[in-house]
């Protein structure tokens, strides 16, 4: 911290943070926002507009970088490469345009990160960080490495594995073999979708068959069984139930290191369905991942 | 919610069936209005304003539910939509039968619903 800092005006107690001269990494800093399980927003001022990121519970639900909103506008940010942010409580949420889990937002801007750095270091060895360095040391200062525009921009955010060209390649194999486990929900009577859905948020496999909406759903239910839980003190979600008021359900069942998300038709009992598949001795052959 | 919640879903009749911890009225802002049970105040009030988000979240997304299980290992928890945006959550033994829960719920559910 340098002396102008110490010059500013302390943040005012208990109505958010604002800078302070300290460099911090954008994806450390969400990182942090998102474990304190808060509401909060926060806008990162930067010399291309300012993008403004909303925390639910320490969920990301929303992000606005000039006129693009949801996870490209969280993307976006993390290109721009410097800025300043403030940090304020929120009492009105606006409406969700990110729908997965702030730990699997975080992992894809990861690799995103981890992609551009290799693309920098084959297209431009010599980058340095200092060129980062701000002139207005007052405030909290991110930054990455994505500044140079000739970097190749950020992929869009993967929801479901990608192609790869190798019929016999591993991510082929892997997808064959989801896609049997998968087949397994279907012996069961009133099951009319399923799918096999990572603890990052990525959809293993998906046969859903026309209900694919469950599966931005389902990621709310997950989410807000882990706040449950952690509220309660319970210990993992098994199970998570949802009847409509026309009589579908869906189902959520933690398999493992991944979950399967069943929908089911009115006439469906989705506690003997539940009993059955998390009861090793009544379904031995249901495997996890 | 509105006051005459509970008149309508009676928390002290949920709250003295077997198996029940505890039971909580919220409303459509996630405000705990009525409890019953031993749950503090915080978590009552974290677990109302997670479940009536979860309940928006479903609607939003053309799946709206009228009622959402968990099952915590020992735990379980329902929580009903009883109106449009009221939440009645009862936190529970795994084990208990839930259908005198949802037997008593139900009604009140569908007076909800229709008014």
Redesign the interface.
């Known amino acids: 911290m340098d002396a102008s800092a110490e010059t500013r005006e302390p943040a005012e107690f208990g109505r958010g943070i604002v800078g302070s001269g300290i460099r911090v990494e954008l994806l450390d800093y969400v990182q942090l926002v998102a474990l304190g399980g808060r509401d909060r927003m926060i806008e990162v001022v930067t010399p291309q507009g300012s993008c403004r990121i909303w925390f ?2 320490g969920d990301i639900i929303h992000a606005v970088f000039g006129e693009v909103e949801g996870e490209l506008a969280f993307f976006r940010l993390l290109r721009v490469g410097a800025g300043t942010f403030t940090e304020t409580t929120v009492d009105n949420m606006p ?2 345009t990110i729908m997965r889990s702030s730990t699997s937002l975080l992992l894809e801007a990861a690799r995103v990160d981890d992609e551009s750095r290799t693309a920098a270091t084959v297209q431009r060895p010599a980058t340095s960080k200092a060129a980062l360095q701000s002139e207005d040391s007052g405030k909290i200062e991110l930054f990455t490495e994505f500044e140079d525009s000739s970097i190749p921009a950020p992929t869009p955010p993967l929801h479901e594995p990608q192609p790869d060209a190798s019929p016999s390649s591993p991510r082929t194999v892997e997808a064959e073999g989801y896609g049997m486990m998968l087949e397994q929900f279907w012996q069961y009577e009133g099951v009319t979708g399923a799918a096999l859905v990572a603890n990052t948020g990525d959809v293993l496999a998906n046969d859903l068959r026309g209900a694919d ?2 599966l ?2 389902a990621g ?2 997950v989410r ?2 882990a ?3 952690r ?2 003190g ?12 026309h009589g579908a359900q ?1 189902m959520v069942l933690q398999l493992g290191n991944a979950y399967v998300l069943l929908a089911l038709g009115p006439d469906a009992d989705p506690r003997s369905l ?1 009993r059955t598949i998390l009861d090793p001795q009544l379904h031995p052959q249901v495997a996890t991942t | 919610m509105s006051a005459d919640a509970g008149a309508l879903v009676s928390t002290g009749a949920i709250g003295s069936l077997d198996g029940v911890r505890a039971v909580l009225n919220v409303d459509a802002t996630g405000r705990v209005e009525q409890s019953a049970g031993a749950l503090a105040a915080a978590p009552a009030r974290d677990v109302g304003r997670t479940i009536t988000r979860m309940f928006a979240a479903a609607k939003l997304h053309n799946a709206a539910a009228s009622l959402i299980t968990f099952r915590f290992g020992a735990v379980q928890v329902l929580a009903f939509a009883v109106d449009p945006g009221g939440t009645l959550i009862v936190i529970m033994d795994a084990s208990a039968h839930t259908q005198p829960v949802i037997d008593l719920v139900a009604p009140a559910q569908l007076l909800r619903s229709a008014a």
Do not use: K, M, N, W
Request: glycine fraction near 6%.
């Open positions: 639910d519970t409406t969700p909406h469950l931005t759903v709310f239910y807000g069984a706040r449950l839980a509220t309660l319970l210990g993992v979600s098994e199970a998570i139930c949802a009847c409509e008021p869906a539940q």
